[in-house]
């Protein structure tokens, strides 16, 4: 079973950037399409940014032009460069196989981005 841990997440001004950090532990990672998933209080988890094994990226509109997913296969990491951070980007951020595609692995803790003034 894999283990996703996600790192990363704190408080940020409007305007910032963070990144996020995921570390996958098992094998078989680098067959997989990852995603960035992020859950805002009262709100489901959303997909927010997908990347292939061969680095083929898609993201929802709302990120699109501020947030850069990459992958390292031979470290079994996943990143989120986010810029321009605003506040309705507050959220817990996971990382997961793209649920569409593959059944979900189990769900780390997260990671909190919390962004405000």
């Known amino acids: 079973q894999v283990q996703l841990v996600e790192s990363g997440g704190g408080l940020v001004r409007p305007g910032g950037s963070l990144r996020l950090s995921c570390a996958a532990s098992?094998?078989?990672?680098?067959?997989?399409?990852m995603g960035w998933y992020r859950q805002a209080p009262g709100k489901q988890r959303e997909l927010v940014a997908t990347?292939?094994?061969?680095?083929?990226?898609s993201y929802v509109d709302s990120v699109k032009g501020r947030f850069t997913i990459s992958r390292d296969n031979a470290k079994n990491m996943v990143y989120l460069q986010m810029n321009s951070l605003k506040p309705e980007d507050t959220a817990v951020y996971y990382c997961?196989?793209?649920?569409?595609?593959?059944?979900?692995?189990?769900w780390g803790q997260g990671t909190q981005v919390n962004v405000s003034s």
């Open positions: 997961n196989v793209d649920h569409r595609l593959a059944t979900a692995w189990s």
């Open positions: 098992g094998s078989g990672f680098s067959g997989y399409v």
């Open positions: 990347i292939t094994s061969n680095g083929r990226t």
